[in-house]
């Protein structure tokens, strides 16, 4: 399909600030930041900039059309699917998860005691649904394994979930939504629902497994009939067919040229860079499972831009969109990640400068967005009408600081 590329100059856009893309693109790829990027930038609904470069596997040049692991950029789509029940007065954000998930009827919540014995007590109130959209609901995760906390249960919930053969995603597994959640069901939760911020896929999951319940499909086939054949993204996949497999990145370890082939541990689990290609093919995780190329996913930005409609299509509201791209946690911090704010499932960006030691200054203030664990990222900033998109190959965020660079040349590139 012929993708149109403006003049950057008749959207408002220099073409002599985007050639600082490519400088820096060439600078980092000299000291190995990342073996290969795709870069887009668009400006008032139309694309002035999108160019790859270096290569997508050893001796295979990157392509426009390379695919890559979405990761975490997977969770703002399962954000949208949920928002869209909303939307049709299926659900109440309000509502708990256990009217439509029983097994979270009656939850605890661990509490770590100071000689190392923790006990278990019933939580304070339920999980909304608004808990688990804003990360809220009290779940972590095996790979916060003995986050610095002195007030919650770090060490305790992870080991939970892991003694409890709670599958972590980026692992090839036989699992399903519903096997997965409700074996998370039953662990302890790390803090009380809307207590404290926790950014975990098993938040997500169990809105994904929400979805199913709901909709009466699997998540996979409700995202591509609600979502994303409506808005022409025809190559975006949980498990990428065959016939595509030669166009998916490689995962690099960050800083070198070596291909990353194995799983590895992080916390108490193990990560890969294969769960979308072995076992059942049946766990649509709207966590981490995605893959798709940077222009399926930038019709899906531009959408959320455009606050809920693409080319007359319309698939959310413009109310569902503001509440997913506003601050949803209040006073509490994203304080694992960015030190930002947090919608639903989006980075907000709320003053004018990011907060004092974050590295993530998203062009400002109003500008959202949401990044993925091989190194992919998106920014919408509204103030400036533009969908900025960094997709690189190495793996454990390891090109994201060199590519907020890119975001911050790209935003640089919009005139006043």
Not at 85 to 113: C, H, N
Not at 221 to 241: A, H, K, Q, V
Not at 243 to 256: F, I, L, P, Q, S
Not at 388 to 404: E, K, Q, R, Y
Request: hydrophobic fraction near 40%; include cysteine.
């Amino acid at each position: 399909m012929a993708i149109e590329v403006v003049d950057p100059e008749s959207v408002g856009v220099s073409s002599e600030y985007l050639s600082h893309i490519d400088d820096l693109v060439a600078r980092h790829m000299s000291e190995d930041a990342y073996q290969g990027t795709v870069i887009l930038v668009a400006r008032h609904g139309k694309i002035c900039y999108f160019k790859a470069f270096g290569n997508a596997n050893d001796g295979v040049p990157m392509e426009r059309d390379s695919i890559f692991r979405l990761a975490s950029m997977s969770k703002v789509p399962s954000a949208a699917a949920v928002m869209q029940l909303w939307d049709r007065g299926l659900i109440s954000l309000a509502d708990p998860i256990a009217k439509y998930l029983p097994e979270f009827t009656q939850m605890y919540v661990a509490k770590e005691g100071a000689g190392g014995e923790d006990t278990l007590v019933p939580a304070a109130n339920p999980i909304t649904i608004h808990h688990l959209l804003s990360m809220t609901a009290g779940m972590t995760n095996t790979w916060w394994y003995d986050a610095e906390s002195d007030k919650y249960a770090y060490r305790t919930v992870p080991k939970y979930y892991a003694e409890g053969g709670v599958p972590d995603d980026f692992q090839i597994t036989d699992a399903t939504l519903e096997s997965k959640v409700k074996l998370l069901a039953r662990q302890p939760l790390m803090a009380n629902p809307g207590e404290v911020f926790d950014y975990s896929n098993n938040s997500v999951d169990t809105l994904c497994r929400l979805v199913e319940v709901v909709s009466g499909v699997d998540f996979d086939t409700y995202l591509r009939r609600n979502i994303f054949e409506p808005l022409g993204m025809n190559e975006i996949w949980f498990y990428p067919p065959e016939e595509v497999t030669d166009r998916v990145a490689a995962v690099y370890w960050a800083g070198t040229k070596d291909r990353q082939t194995e799983d590895f541990p992080l916390g108490l689990g193990m990560m890969g860079v294969d769960y979308g290609f072995g076992g059942a093919k049946r766990f649509f995780s709207g966590a981490g499972g995605l893959h798709s190329t940077t222009y399926d996913y930038y019709r899906f930005a531009q959408m959320l831009l455009n606050r809920g409609e693409l080319d007359g299509v319309r698939v959310l509201s413009q109310s569902a969109v503001d509440l997913m791209t506003h601050n949803e946690i209040g006073d509490l911090t994203n304080w694992q990640l960015t030190q930002n704010k947090w919608g639903y499932q989006l980075d907000i960006q709320e003053g004018v400068n990011a907060p004092v030691g974050s590295s993530t200054y998203l062009g400002g203030a109003g500008a959202y967005s949401w990044q993925g664990f091989f190194s992919t990222k998106f920014v919408n900033n509204p103030a400036n009408d533009t969908v900025i998109m960094t997709m690189s190959t190495p793996g454990f965020d390891g090109a994201l600081p060199h590519n907020l660079l890119l975001v911050a040349a790209a935003n640089a590139a919009v005139e006043a």
